[in-house]
């Protein structure tokens, strides 16, 4: 009897100190303050470009994508994100995609992890209104999502339209030629339209951001200088189907442009060029190669400026 009665004892004793060990352990998880672990570039890496390129290599190598209590933390998780693209800018454009691929790949560890990553890229990189958006390295981020074990079929349906979109008319390629009418019913091309540069202008004219364009536009002094030199050529073209309403705002649009709409509706309904959001810049050179592409006016007004320096 006595025996039994201190081995229950013992066990007791045992059961209390693991469970205390337990619930010791379990407090100390869930009260370490989450963070996000910055890699150390090695100190052998002197060059400002490797170095860069280092840390967008190596910029994920401390972070658990399989916890997903990180999701729910922006502050962390969304803040180290913006960051991670802010660095893509000094790197090549194949050092930043081979990043971003095998970062997408991390995230496969855990479909809830790998959803939320993909609502970043798209947020910051896709959204018309992102100051962070950039087409090209939202490539390879809708590359990886169709590449991945953890969506079926059914999910890759929109990324796949959104990629086959994103390589049209891409940056150094000859843009897609179309035919356009103009308000007496005589028809052009694109590809006629001879400039050092032509801008292409997407507009609605019911479209508050497209009159701002147009005013900012018209006010330049780069731009004016440009036109009145011959160099530049501004080709507005509505897309959509109400020519009502198109007419009646002919007179908004500054006379020395070319201003035109879609008689075939093919733009917007073929999707020749990916017109996401109304207003949309196209700059092209003379031989109509996309330089830039669906850009803000600012970026536009800084490229023409540097090449006027």
């Known amino acids: 009897m006595i025996v039994r009665i201190l081995s229950l004892l013992v066990f007791t004793l045992i059961f209390s100190s693991c469970h205390g060990q337990q619930t010791a352990k379990t407090e100390e998880k869930d009260t370490t303050p989450k963070s996000f672990e910055m890699v150390t570039v090695p100190s052998m890496i002197t060059d400002p470009g490797e170095r860069a390129k280092y840390l967008v290599q190596h910029y994920w190598d401390k972070f658990d994508f399989t916890d997903t209590a990180y999701i729910h933390l922006p502050d962390i998780t969304e803040q180290a994100f913006t ?50 958006r950039n087409e090209a390295l939202y490539i390879p981020v809708l590359e990886s999502v169709l590449a991945a074990p953890v969506l079926d079929e059914v999910n890759k349906i929109r990324p796949a339209h959104l990629l086959e979109l994103a390589l049209k008319n891409r940056v150094g390629e000859p843009a897609t030629d179309f035919t356009y009418t103009l308000a007496s019913g005589k028809t052009g091309t694109l590809y006629n339209v001879k400039a050092d ?94 330089i830039l592409k669906d850009v803000t006016f600012n970026q536009l007004m800084e490229f023409l400026q540097m090449q006027t320096n």
């Open 83 to 132: 960051n991670y693209i802010d660095l893509m800018k000094y790197v090549s454009p194949e050092v930043a995609s081979s990043s971003i691929k095998g970062m997408m790949h991390k995230v496969t560890a855990d479909s809830t992890f790998f959803a939320y990553m993909a609502g970043l890229y798209e947020k910051y990189l896709y959204d018309p209104n992102s100051p962070m």
């Open 197 to 290: 540069y032509l801008l292409l202008f997407f507009y609605n004219p019911d479209c508050h951001a497209c009159k701002e364009i147009t005013e900012q536009l018209q006010s330049s002094p780069l731009i004016s200088d440009l036109q009145k030199n011959k160099k530049l050529k501004v080709l507005a073209v509505y897309p959509d189907e109400d020519l009502e309403a198109w007419r009646n705002h002919i007179p908004d649009v500054p006379a020395e442009w070319i201003n035109s709409y879609d008689n075939t509706v093919s733009l917007k309904n073929d999707e020749i060029y990916d017109l996401k959001a109304i207003p949309t810049l196209y700059l092209l050179d003379k031989d109509k190669k996309v």
